[in-house]
């Protein structure tokens, strides 16, 4: 044994022993947090009109209200869709009514057992310019809906009496691109604590070293002391592996009236990597000891693993080459609104990891915490993004009205709150911010960049350029560690070679819109096209005038080595930002996404599995159901190399991928086919040319009956999980009829509810909350939500004249 291998052994030795008296397994804790979800009462508008509601939080109060035209109409120059001239449009914050100020308020009981405790109220969002008040005394204030805050309300407490805790929040017009939210839209704690107690966010763990031997852990802490003296303290810090400790140290040390940052390093043995295949993860437990006594314990997440940046052969993970097949994320949930749920957003990540994705860019703006831990937990690589807008407004009303205050306080509370994340591997501090078209542009980039490097100097700062000459003319692209570009495949090489140290990635990617099930022929590229039935194209060959097609981009990446990857926009439709049918009315949500409003996996699903995915896929599109003797486009979305179309058993051709035409590249076409009612069928072909795989798809009849899937059959009785079932519109044979628009209702008994419908439609405007919907092309979604009590819940979907249709979900305490 080498000697200092010996050393190790002996120092992991000592540090275990002198911890091991003080933590006897993860779950002990000596701070109480209570997560205050329910019993809020709710008032909107202030007004003698509106009564008190009671309502649980999270909470959106605008998502359940009726859609309105009026609603932040915007005569607005948008430079980023290319705009020359004003334009005014309706629905491009979703057409909801979340403008105007919300009042919440819920009754707190403290006891004299917390007296000498410091108590404080947390919260992960709130739209927004938040002021919290207790017992009517202001404590603090928040302008940025999207940051994480918390507030000291220890000096404003009444024991052993009624305390009052208000939040006012107020959402201003011409305020936001998109929808934003309205409310409380994510979790509030009260957090108690000893006197003496590590800080909110208040660990920073980085692994400086790690081999396949050993990993070293180094942990700052930053510890509080508000007794009213001095403390002789002892820190105990253990990490454990599933539940079970590797590694512990201590140190003392005398403490006086005031905050003090406290450094220490432990060596794990054999460390287990974090990566997208086995995102591994490990827990410090910090306890703070006075004399014998434990008074406080906090726990934080990190892993181990390795990233590397480099200008000519892209991005490496634990030394492995990876590329990014990333998504951009709004925060919204379609029919759910900005409430955020952590079990919708586990649902969503698990398509995305179906389809293959590896990576997500929380777009435009701070996510709820819950994202960047779900994606330490599934396996994705995350992009942390700040901001949409600096000091230069796109907006009246948007963050330029807060920059010069609150930039720095709100990228250094993102910064801390999520930077011991393994998942987490780079900074966003902008996205197509208007100080690319400024000569000293670059100043605020480098503001940014340099409160990066202070607070995380293990991570890079990134930025997404729309304006490609100006961000590079003016020094924005170089004032960040590493530029992302959006919509630029045609840029990737030029860049490189006239920035060749620069390490590149695709920001923002396609932007090809698409409305799920919808089919113009022939199947050919629509720039920014305009149809009277304000849908676009599911062959995925429509795109607003800035944008392009999956195509395009994956022939970009393929062809530049260089790049890291791309996030496509986006992974899943949201509300506002009706693109490209902005002036036109009724639309209300974006065609961008891969998955649609509902949650209905597009076209567009498959031909990205098809190209990130190691799963073999053959998707045919369009439906069968056309007129007699009509000419149609078929295609087929696969990472088979080639394949024979049949039509009612006759050959329409054998058609093989050909790189040197883009649209032959990753798919297959035959786009002059002879419409005839009955079945189409794809055959994927071996070398030899023999079948190895098949996709048929039928003409459809008349609706006659319904059929509910669920993305689930049991769930957890807590009162928040979340079931998506699925209705489809059925011919007598189970056939889906491409077309049906039957009118649906629902009806739910047990221990569930009916939280939110939906069908994917951007032009419709049925309400998310009523217990019915129109399907939109043979499909909509109900979104169940457990209660707090186990049994079962039942679905019954009816339709006048249909068969109607019933699903049963277990409910349990523990699953």
């Known amino acids: 044994m080498k000697t200092n291998d010996l050393f190790y052994l002996i120092l992991v030795f000592f540090g275990c022993t002198f911890g091991c008296q003080k933590i006897d397994k993860i779950d002990k804790t000596d701070r109480e947090v209570t997560r205050l979800t329910d019993q809020w009462e709710f008032q909107f508008q202030d007004t003698l009109e509106n ?81 919290v008040y207790i017992n009517k005394e202001f404590v603090g204030s928040w302008p940025y809906g999207y940051s994480s805050f918390e507030f000291d309300i220890t000096p404003y407490i009444k024991y052993n009496k009624e305390n009052l805790l208000d939040v006012h929040l107020e959402n201003k017009p011409l305020s936001s691109r998109w929808y934003p939210g309205a409310g409380i839209y994510r979790d509030v704690r009260i957090v108690k604590t000893n006197p003496v107690y590590v800080k909110n966010w208040g660990t920073f763990i980085t692994t400086p070293e790690i081999t396949s031997s050993k990993g070293k852990v180094n942990i700052k802490t930053n510890v509080q002391n508000d007794s009213d003296q001095p403390k002789n303290i002892e820190i105990i810090q253990s990490i454990f592996y599933k539940n079970e400790r590797v590694s512990s140290n201590t140190k003392t040390l005398k403490m006086g009236v005031s905050d003090q940052e406290i450094e220490m390093n432990l060596e794990v043995v054999s460390p287990k990597l974090w990566s997208i295949e086995t995102p591994n993860l490990y827990q410090v437990v910090t306890q703070i000891a006075v004399g014998d006594e434990i008074v406080d314990t906090y726990k934080s997440q990190f892993g181990f693993r390795t990233i590397k940046f480099t200008n000519n052969e892209g991005f490496f993970l634990n030394g492995q080459h990876v590329k990014f097949k990333g998504v951009c994320l709004h925060h919204d949930l379609g029919p759910l609104g900005a409430a955020h749920n952590t079990s919708a957003w586990r649902h969503r990540l698990m398509k995305m990891k179906e389809m293959g994705a590896n990576a997500i860019r929380s777009t435009h703006n701070p996510s709820d915490p819950s994202l960047v831990q779900l994606a330490d937990e599934l396996g994705f690589l995350f992009v942390a993004e700040a901001f949409d807008e600096w000091e230069e407004a796109k907006t009246e009303n948007g963050y330029n009205k807060l920059w010069h205050e609150w930039a720095e306080k709100d990228l250094v509370a993102l910064i801390h709150r999520d930077r011991n994340h393994p998942s987490l591997i780079m900074w966003s501090i902008g996205n197509e911010i208007r100080e690319q078209n400024k000569e000293d542009g670059y100043k605020n980039a480098q503001f940014l960049t340099d409160i990066v490097h202070r607070e995380d100097p293990t991570r890079p700062s990134t930025a997404g350029f729309n304006n490609y000459k100006a961000a590079i003319d003016n020094g924005l692209a170089d004032a960040v560690d590493i530029p992302g570009w959006n919509y630029k495949p045609n840029k990737y090489k030029v860049t490189h070679e006239k920035h060749p140290e620069w390490k590149m990635y695709g920001s923002e990617t396609a932007s090809t819109v698409s409305s799920r099930g919808e089919y113009f022929f022939p199947a050919k590229e629509g720039k920014h096209k305009i149809r009277p039935s304000l849908q676009a194209n599911s062959f995925d060959m429509d795109f607003p005038n800035w944008a392009q097609t999956p195509d395009r981009e994956f022939k970009a990446q393929e062809n530049s080595e260089f790049m890291m990857g791309e996030f496509v926009w986006t992974g899943y439709d949201y509300l506002g930002e009706p693109t490209p049918y902005n002036e036109e009315w009724p639309t209300k949500s974006s065609y961008f996404g891969i998955i649609d409003l509902a949650g209905i996996p597009k076209d567009r699903f498959y031909l990205y599995k098809s190209h990130w995915s190691d799963e073999k896929v053959l998707h045919l599109l369009p439906h069968w159901n056309w007129k007699e003797g009509q000419t149609v486009s078929v295609h087929c979305y696969t990472n088979y190399y080639k394949a024979e179309l049949f039509i009612n058993g006759k050959s329409m051709g054998v058609k093989s991928k050909n790189p040197s035409k883009l649209y032959d590249t990753y798919r297959l076409r035959w786009d002059d086919i002879t419409y005839h009612a009955g079945e189409v069928k794809v055959v994927a072909l071996n070398e030899k040319g023999e079948a190895i795989a098949e996709e048929v798809k039928y003409t459809a009849g008349q609706p006659h009956q319904l059929k509910i899937e669920v993305d689930r059959s049991e769930v957890k009785a807590n009162g928040e999980e979340i079931v998506y079932a699925t209705v489809s519109v059925l011919d007598k044979n189970g056939v889906l009829c491409p077309r049906a628009n039957n009118l649906i209702t629902f009806d739910i008994d047990g221990e569930g509810t009916i939280r939110a419908v939906g069908n994917g439609d951007p032009t419709s405007l049925e309400s998310f909350v009523d217990h019915q919907r129109k399907a939109f092309n043979g499909k909509c979604v109900t979104i169940l939500q457990s209660s707090k009590t186990e049994g079962t819940i039942t679905l019954k979907a009816n339709s006048a004249g249909l068969v109607s249709a019933e699903v049963i979900v277990s409910s349990k305490n523990s699953i």
């Open 51 to 131: 009564e008190w509601t009671t309502v649980t939080v999270p909470h959106d109060w605008a998502i359940s209200m009726p859609f309105d035209k009026s609603i932040d109409m915007q005569e607005v120059l948008v430079l980023e869709d290319g705009e020359r001239v004003p334009k005014l449009r309706t629905g491009r914050t979703g057409a909801l009514p979340h403008i105007g100020k919300g009042f919440y308020r819920k009754t707190l009981q403290f006891s004299n057992q917390d007296k000498g405790k410091k108590i404080f109220v947390q919260f992960d969002g709130a739209m927004s310019h938040a002021k």
